[in-house]
């Protein structure tokens, strides 16, 4: 409650609704109060924060790849701020604790070329052997497009990643796996990139290979 001081032309003290008044060396005056701020911890708050996290997390490591990946699509975004919003919106699940990705919904390129109808990955004598599906059907698909490889360690956060080292024709793709990966499993991904570098394809998830300790 406010008290008004010397009559209604004077000074007061307390508070009156958002407005505050008082006294500094026989000086009056008021004050406004802030405006309230919105809780920032709600529960959906809390949600986007920790989907945002996650993604974050698996693209950073992965950086060079997601700037060509998803360039078509950053509009007046970077291509990065571009795939964390489609991948926080499709590659995350769960709840509370238990949210986690999804790794078979993320993409690490995003676009119009015809992706690999099919492929998978293996795990031999050290390295990591990516195949696919190498026909070209559609018109938006040529031998001659580069081929986009992520391999993500999913204990980690780590990634191993090359564009142009084969093309879709050739059908296939080796990398060494690093030592140190051993135990651990890797998320494996492919996508095209055209030879002059304008159109990419959307990654598919070829599979998630736990490497032996030897």
């Not at 080796?174 to 051993?182: I, L, V, Y």
Request: charge should be neutral.
């Amino acid at each position: 409650m406010g008290i008004i001081k010397q009559g209604i032309l004077g000074g007061f003290s307390g508070k009156v609704g958002n407005v505050v008044g008082a006294s500094w060396k026989g000086i009056d005056y008021i004050r406004s109060l802030p405006s309230s701020v919105r809780n920032p911890r709600t529960p959906g708050q809390v949600k986007q924060r920790t989907k945002f996290t996650l993604v974050q997390r698996f693209l950073t490591s992965m950086t060079p790849v997601v700037r060509v990946g998803f360039k078509n699509y950053a509009g007046k975004k970077t291509a990065f701020n571009a795939a964390t919003s489609y991948n926080v919106l499709n590659g995350v699940v769960g709840e509370g604790d238990m949210m986690e990705l999804d790794y078979p919904s993320l993409l690490i390129s995003r676009g119009n070329l015809q992706p690999a109808p099919s492929g998978d990955a293996l795990y031999v004598g050290g390295d990591i052997i990516v195949e696919w599906d190498n026909s070209v059907n559609g018109i938006n698909a040529n031998g001659n497009d580069e081929a986009i490889l992520v391999l993500h360690n999913s204990i980690k956060g780590e990634s191993r990643y090359s564009i142009g080292l084969s093309d879709r024709l050739i059908g296939e793709l080796r990398e060494a796996c690093p030592s140190h990966w051993q135990g651990d499993v890797v998320e494996c991904y492919i996508a095209f990139v055209s030879e002059d570098g304008k159109d990419v394809s959307n990654s598919i998830h070829l599979a998630s290979i736990e490497i032996p300790t030897e």
